[in-house]
């Protein structure tokens, strides 16, 4: 019962995220609650499979960006909005934010101190380096490869055909 509140959680949490982050692109408001609802499944399904299933966070990431790939794809003619439109916004809330911080953090940290602390702070920049730029290539190459793969369906989704 845990893992269903967090992932009900997540959910609520990724959508009003997404819906900030698509008023930031100024769209029609007709895709709002299809961005919310995009994101609120995808990373919901990341939470699931990362708390109740055990998947690494890259992989999880990747399955949960092709899912919030195939949605945009799917629910983009209806709103007569490019998949793009749709998909981006609701996979931002997904940036493993504090892994980049915490990359920097201890690139800084390198700085302040002895040898010991150079190696055991570097490795931990490096370490979270990868792990978020990890995280985003797989977030990128899942939302787009069901753009990629429907494309007849994600290109006329703007088109009155």
Avoid: W
Wanted: charged residues 10%.
């Amino acid at each position: 019962m845990d893992i269903f509140f967090g992932a009900l959680q997540d959910a609520f949490f990724a959508a009003i995220a997404s819906v900030g982050f698509a008023s930031i692109s100024n769209p029609p408001h007709r895709i709002y609650p299809v961005c919310a609802g995009i994101a609120a499944a995808g990373h919901s399904l990341r939470y699931v499979l990362m708390n109740a299933l055990g998947m690494h966070l890259v992989l999880a990431s990747l399955c949960a960006a092709t899912v919030i790939g195939l949605l945009a794809v799917f629910l983009a003619p209806r709103t007569k909005a490019p998949a793009e439109a749709v998909s981006f916004p609701a996979l931002l809330p997904m940036i493993p934010g504090m892994y980049a911080y915490r990359t920097f953090q201890n690139l800084i940290l390198c700085l302040t101190g002895g040898e010991a602390e150079f190696h055991h702070y570097f490795y931990l920049c490096g370490s979270n380096g990868l792990t978020c730029l990890a995280v985003l290539l797989m977030m990128a190459i899942g939302v787009t490869i069901p753009i990629f793969i429907f494309k007849r369906i994600s290109f006329r989704a703007t088109r009155q055909i």
